[in-house]
């Protein structure tokens, strides 16, 4: 008997029919001897709904109201999703995130879990129910409900995994797992049967959009084993699990795209210590992230600095940025959003040299400008014009013969 | 400087609009230097829409759940006040029943309030805060959270001003006040200044729907003045106080009437003790309440008992009595839902006799049949044809001279 945390995201949750399905699945889950943590967002659209009403008001700002607003989101998914078991003769029992003892920081809309207080669950579980826990969730220190921020549904379910010590944490969305490449741009991307905690981290920053790429370092954190698969049938997912257990000839393991991007550029910054980090640090407070950077060669004792953020951080840059101009006696700025970033993924990219080279090949070959490029351990990312994103997928996926997988 | 509860009801705050509205008059009433904790229902057609989504789970007598589900509604419609205010420049912090400290037994879906835990209100209110509390919901002494039924967002907002020791319970709803008898019936119905806390009661009890007679006999117990008004017009409303500041002269305080009426029949019932009570111990199993009961004139030692229900309890009533009236060898049955209450209600009754005489007459006048009576030291209730009702209340509300109040 086996304790298993399963996590279903929004479009799982969509109706009360697709509601139902999923009830189906973890009660043959509960049936097969195994004691059932279910994790679930809130119904398809419901979160859009109270943000425009929020909006309505004018104080969507109003972080502490937003929380007590969205949180009633999951409440509802969990409940609903609680009564279609029972309904099955299925016992159940919905939680709240601060029943359920996930304990959080005070930042609220993107709080950080802080702690877990489970006996509630254990009780319920040791009662033959399965629990259902709304996601996204959780409870300050002076009592108030605050909300987990992007990806708050994927780490509520592997924090809970890794606090109950669970078998495994299986995220179920709407596509099979993770792909080589997105299958809506590459017709013959395979699903890859497992990933390393590395590559899904990679790959969810980079924008594979499966998993958040919080969840994935939570999960590697705590070595949280976790499978992500299809909602809606059967098929095995893919298995995120340490890189000892990865096949070893796997030099590159997918392709990850991201159209969520922008680039700015400062012109002639005085060539001082300390400059870039008065320019991040300026961003960082506003809770800007930047992704790539780009510092040109010296002249004059001048020189040019170009990073990128996300698309939708730009109209809350800029402003910032126009000011900084000033003050640090640039001469200029600009700032294009028709970008987007293209990157390999594999763990066995650290022992292959002229993997990046490769790359580059394969892009200057489609007559592909690259504007910035950054590289880890395990990844290369190249940023490009917005238009030509699908083709780059395309010929990575073919270069790197990711269609031959087996 | 004084502290002010007041409770809006589910009209009151169907729209962002309208929420905007109700906000202006909050922050008005904080203006004039008191302190102010609001108690909201649920937005418009929330809970209908909720019930309607547990009802397609299958599974809405999972009462725990519902509840669940359901208080997510006026969590909702709390935090977008909040929020609102707080766009007006007037600080405000919404609350959950738990937060506040509500507390509640465990009989779902219609809790009582058994405590309450004020000190978190205490201290929003020492910073500043216009403390919005979602109504009708409270936790139980597990830590679930629960709704408090029928009239439970009125009950919250005079438990509270109860326990906050607050000079006033202020109830908007969409009409001006407590009146004679049914504006849209009586069109020269008089709004009452003052009513006891005993005819509030009644007429609560009787259908004017005003405000729910829990929640009076929650304000006469604990001695709370309660003012009911429009939230939509300034207009003063009805103040409910103690029967000593009664203006005595008036003998009728208005005509209530309740269209929510059915009446059960039972023939030829043996006359042995206890027999009643087995009847309405069944019916009280099943959560029904029994209003006007008569007993005809033994024949052969057996009789008849007739009773008056609420409509919407009819369906379930039906199979009860059934199986109940071959038990116990009575005849057979019948049922009608097609008849109503008139009720006259007033303090002064009490040291008036022929009060109900002169009810009679009036009827009788009009040619209108009574088929049952009850009454108490301030009211008479008759069940006649539900078609005749809108006449009984017009001819009633003439007899005793409502119209030439002042």
Chains 1, 2 share one sequence.
Not at 113 to 141: D, K, L, Y
Not at 172 to 193: E, M, Q, Y
Not at 236 to 260: C, Q, W, Y
Not at 328 to 336: D, F, K, L, P, T
Request: with cysteine; charged share 25%.
């Amino acid at each position: 008997m086996a304790l298993l945390v399963s996590k279903f995201g929004g479009s799982s949750v969509a109706s009360i029919e697709k509601i139902k399905h999923i009830a189906t699945r973890v009660k043959a889950m509960k049936k097969d001897g195994n004691d059932i943590v279910v994790v679930v967002s809130a119904m398809g659209d419901t979160t859009d709904e109270l943000i425009a009403l929020a909006r309505a008001t004018g104080s969507e700002k109003c972080y502490r109201e937003m929380d007590m607003l969205l949180a009633t989101g999951e409440q509802q998914s969990a409940s609903l999703l609680a009564m279609t078991l029972n309904n099955m003769d299925c016992k159940a029992i919905s939680l709240t995130g601060w029943q359920a003892g996930i304990q959080s920081d005070s930042t609220y809309s993107k709080a950080k879990i802080s702690g877990m207080a489970n006996q509630r669950i254990f009780n319920e579980i040791n009662q033959g129910n399965v629990v259902v826990i709304a996601g996204f969730q959780g409870i300050s220190p002076e009592g108030d409900i605050t909300t987990l921020g992007r990806g708050g549904s994927d780490t509520t379910a592997v924090a809970l995994a890794a606090s109950l010590n669970a078998e495994k944490c299986m995220i179920f969305t709407d596509v099979d797992g993770v792909f080589t490449a997105d299958p809506r741009i590459v017709a013959d991307a395979k699903k890859l049967s497992k990933v390393s905690y590395e590559e899904m981290l990679e790959m969810a920053s980079l924008g594979a959009g499966i998993m958040h790429s919080r969840a994935a370092e939570c999960a590697m954190f705590y070595n949280v084993k976790v499978e992500v698969g299809n909602s809606f049938n059967n098929s095995p997912g893919t298995l995120i699990t340490e890189v000892a257990n990865m096949e070893k000839h796997r030099v590159v393991s997918g392709i990850a795209h991201d159209k969520n991007c922008a680039r700015i550029a400062i012109f002639d910054v005085p060539d001082k210590p300390g400059i870039a980090m008065v320019l991040f640090k300026a961003l960082a407070k506003v809770g800007i992230n930047v992704d790539m950077v780009i510092q040109s060669a010296m002249r004059d004792n001048r020189n040019d600095i170009a990073f990128t953020i996300e698309q939708d951080d730009l109209e809350k840059a800029v402003p910032v940025m126009e000011k900084l101009v000033k003050e640090i006696c640039a001469s200029g700025m600009s700032y294009v959003d028709d970008v987007a970033k293209v990157s390999i993924v594999g763990a066995g990219m650290q022992s292959n040299p002229g993997v990046a080279a490769d790359m580059f090949e394969a892009l200057a070959e489609e007559d592909i400008n690259i504007h910035m490029i950054s590289t880890s351990e395990i990844k290369v990312s190249c940023l490009i014009d917005l238009c030509e994103i699908e083709k780059a997928v395309k010929v990575l996926h073919k270069k790197f013969a990711l269609d031959k997988l087996v």
